[in-house]
């Protein structure tokens, strides 16, 4: 049910841009000053106008790879754990999991906000605007708070594990047959989508999506200007 509702929150500002896109006026807002004022217009097009929900779609995709990729790879590590270092390990794992779905909540309700601003603005409806502002500012405070609460939480079960069992849960080993250049991992029979040594594992072809993904960003933040 949480991935169905981040999936929805993602995809509905495609549906509400689309339906609004001809009655857009010529120019659209870009960026926005913190006080909820228009900083830069922009000339109305495919990009200036999705460029919101499309953040969105790079933003939550790293994120959940994130998610799933650490949860497997600390997961498939092979080794004896005492029901005490089991729970702690499981713990944090949770933990963990719970941060990045803390962060993919905060993104799909900023971003459907910011997605509807974008039509508010645009259409020079100041006292709408005004109420998604609001709700766009709850849902970065609300974000920075709960990522810090996870963190401590986080950092106090590590802890928890290092001071009584020396360290985290060590994870797969990396076979080094498979290491080329000194940092660059890529072994097509690992499922594992991170590698703790070398953070990727090329030859899942989900590395290259996370990829993307980071380099798309930045093109859609300042592209469009």
Known sequence: PFEIFIAVFTILPFF????????LP??????MHLNGEVAQWGQKSFISVFRVPLLAVVTQIPCLLIKYGTTQSSSAAHVELSFEQ??????SLRLNANLWDWF?????????AES?????????????SLLTFIVTAIAAL???????????????????????????????????????GGFVY?????SALFSRKYFFNFANKWAWIFVACIIAYP?????PG
Not at 116 to 128: K, Q
Not at 219 to 223: A, H, R
């Open 16 to 23: 509400l841009l689309a339906y609004f896109y001809s009655v």
């Open 26 to 31: 010529d120019r659209v807002p870009l960026f």
């Open 86 to 91: 089991a729970r702690l390990h499981e713990q």
């Open 104 to 112: 993919r909540l905060a993104i799909a309700f900023k971003m459907i």
């Open 116 to 128: 509807i601003d974008t039509i508010f603005l645009s259409l020079d409806l100041r006292s709408l």
């Open 142 to 180: 609300l974000g920075v708070a709960g990522a810090l609460f996870y963190c401590y939480k986080l950092l106090v079960v590590n802890r928890q594990l290092k001071q009584n069992f020396g360290g985290t849960i060590p994870g797969k080993p990396v076979d080094g047959r498979h290491v080329y």
């Open 186 to 190: 890529f072994n097509p029979s690992d």
């Open 219 to 223: 093109l859609l933040v300042f592209c």
